[in-house]
């Protein structure tokens, strides 16, 4: 995954996290843009070796994309199939309703990632652009606000029984996913028959928005998830947000959002690189980062599988038959 062997050609400027191509290069000559133009911008082009950054994510990974969204959808469907199925011992899931709309945005996710995925040239347009990007980010969005919510309700209560509230619940966070998703999409475009985010000064905020927006929800929420459980353990105060095996759901996020915000200080020269091989890390790691993240599409729903599997397992005494719970009950009776 990824041509290194091939890779473009690009200078390093000083005191900058950002590249020029040698064609970007040849442009400025032709537009008369003089030597003394740009040492008056402190751009130092002598001691700059090229700077090569491997694209671990480039039409070369494909197969890559592909293999991921069709094994994404495969669980996805298989698992929502179980859950909705007639007669369903999964329906007795606490809140099942809300756990099916996880699976969803796992299913949605899967379907965004052939539209952005490399090498398909022809279909690549910049409104398809702009779809793909809105579903990947809201599916995921959605879905951590749903394992946060779902972990704050207190499941065991069946709050999500509730037809109202869950309708209510949804509508919230799937429309406030979908606004938070804006700012990739209108930023997303297409180069060279790649679905990216040309970092311009149009899209300069758009861009930070997005940065800021996958920090806090990715990184920030399960870290503030984790500290109130910490708390309410330590001072003894009830026993807080609900731990489950949906939280290893933030594993695949959460480099992502740590990534993207490091990437902002860069380009915000906040924090300077003043290496290459600095930057070269740094462009490896949020092509890890992403990759990572994909992957969840495929995870999601085997950990929601696991989970219900659990918990119907410690339910499934309140399906027995009749005979059987009779039976239990006067064993009860008995020891009373």
């Given at each position: 995954m990824g041509n290194c062997l091939y890779p473009v050609e690009t200078l390093s400027l000083d005191n900058s996290g950002t590249q020029f191509t040698l064609e970007s290069l040849n442009y400025l000559y032709e537009e008369n843009t003089s030597y003394e133009f740009m040492t008056d911008y402190n751009y130092s082009l002598t001691p700059a070796a090229p700077c090569y950054s491997c694209n671990l994510l480039d039409s070369s990974s494909l197969p890559f994309f592909i293999l991921t969204s069709v094994l994404g959808m495969l669980a996805s469907g298989g698992v929502l199939f179980t859950i909705l199925r007639p007669f369903s011992t999964w329906q007795?899931?606490?809140?099942?309703?809300?756990?099916?709309?996880?699976?969803?945005?796992?299913?949605?996710?899967?379907?965004?990632?052939p539209i952005l995925a490399p090498g398909l040239y022809s279909a690549h347009s910049t409104a398809l652009c702009n779809l793909g990007y809105w579903v990947w980010y809201t599916s995921a969005f959605a879905q951590a606000l749903l394992i946060g919510?779902?972990?704050?309700?207190?499941?065991?209560?069946?709050?999500?029984?509730?037809?109202?509230?869950?309708?209510?619940?949804?509508?919230?966070?799937w429309g406030a996913a979908a606004l938070l998703g804006l700012p990739v999409a209108l930023a997303s475009d297409v180069y060279n028959g790649f679905c990216t985010f040309p970092f311009s000064k149009d899209m300069e905020a758009l861009k930070y928005t997005h940065y800021a927006i996958c920090f806090t929800i990715f990184t920030i929420l399960p870290l503030t998830l984790?500290?109130?459980?910490?708390?309410?353990?330590?001072?003894?105060?009830?026993?807080?947000?609900?731990?489950?095996?949906?939280?290893?759901?933030?594993?695949?996020?959460?480099?992502?959002?740590?990534v993207l915000m490091f990437d902002a200080l860069v380009r915000s020269k906040t924090i300077l690189l003043h290496t290459c091989q600095s930057q070269k890390v740094l462009d490896a790691m949020l092509n890890v980062a992403e990759a990572l993240s994909m992957l969840h599409c495929v995870a999601t729903p085997l950990l929601l599988a696991l989970f219900c599997h659990q918990t119907s397992r410690r339910c499934f005494p309140l399906l027995a038959p009749p005979a059987r719970q009779a039976s239990q009950m006067d064993a009860l009776a008995g020891k009373s």
């Open positions: 007795i899931c606490p809140s099942w309703p809300i756990l099916t709309q996880l699976v969803v945005g796992s299913a949605l996710f899967s379907i965004a990632v919510c779902y972990a704050c309700l207190n499941p065991k209560k069946n709050i999500g029984q509730v037809p109202g509230l869950t309708l209510a619940l949804s509508v919230g966070l984790s500290a109130a459980k910490g708390l309410k353990i330590a001072w003894s105060k009830g026993p807080g947000p609900w731990v489950s095996v949906l939280w290893v759901w933030f594993v695949f996020w959460w480099p992502h959002g740590m």
